[in-house]
């Protein structure tokens, strides 16, 4: 149901200026729950009155995310099959009434190709978006873009650096256990790689799992034998 408002054309965003969704947050949730919080906060002390806002972040592959400034916006934002009063709102043009709040207006915040995320922003009972809140609410969601981009982009390092630490160590456990195999029998590191992968086929185990196996009974016949 629209109330006939159309959005205003987003003013030019100041050059270097960026929402700081990366401190503090320990991941791509907690960013986006910044920007809901921020958006919340901004808006409303441009409109007057308390405004809640919910986020929806969509990624090729890497399925859906949801934020909230508090509960009952966040109640808003739960999506349940890709329906629910949220994706009315993202559907709609212009504002929207949608449950016990009053109007809503849906600003879509522009990423990367194959990536899509929007705010909604929720007014009050009887309340509806001014033209001049319209208009700062996309010049907002313009700011937003590029310090979303960036928190994902952070987050994204992290995670792939998180994982390679973790594959450097399993890395690291293997070419010891192997070094383990090659002394006890006398073989190549390519016979003793290849029965650690052998073992951990026939176990239904990883390969570092079978390696840190190597190790652990390596260290428990060192101790044995120590006590002697």
């Known amino acids: 149901m629209g109330n006939g408002q159309q959005a205003d054309q987003p003013a030019s965003v ?8 990366v401190s503090n947050t320990e991941s791509e949730q907690g960013s986006l729950r910044r920007l809901t919080e921020v958006a919340a906060q901004t808006i409303s002390s441009l409109a007057g009155v308390d405004i809640d806002c919910a986020a929806t972040l969509k990624r090729v592959r890497r399925g859906t995310l949801s934020a909230a400034n508090n509960q009952r916006a966040a109640t808003l934002a739960a999506l349940e099959d890709g329906g629910g009063p949220m994706a009315d709102a993202l559907g709609s043009v212009g504002s929207v009434v949608v449950g016990t709040y009053g109007g809503s207006l849906a600003i879509p915040v522009r990423l990367d190709a194959g990536s899509t995320c929007a705010l909604v922003l929720l007014g009050p009972a009887g309340f509806k978006f001014a033209p001049e809140v319209v208009g700062e609410a996309h010049r907002f969601a313009a700011v937003a873009s590029h310090s979303l981009k960036l928190a994902l982009e952070v987050h994204g390092i992290r995670s792939a650096a998180d994982n ?55 260290t428990s016949d060192q101790t044995a034998k120590s006590s002697r």
């Open 14 to 21: 100041p050059s270097g200026y960026l929402l700081d969704l």
């Open 164 to 218: 390679l630490g973790t594959v450097l160590e399993s890395r690291k456990s293997i070419d010891v256990a192997c070094g383990v195999i090659m002394a006890q029998t006398r073989s190549t590191y390519s016979d003793a790689f290849g029965k650690l992968a052998h073992t951990s086929q026939l176990r239904g185990l990883q390969v570092s799992s079978v390696a840190e196996s190597v190790l652990q009974n390596l």
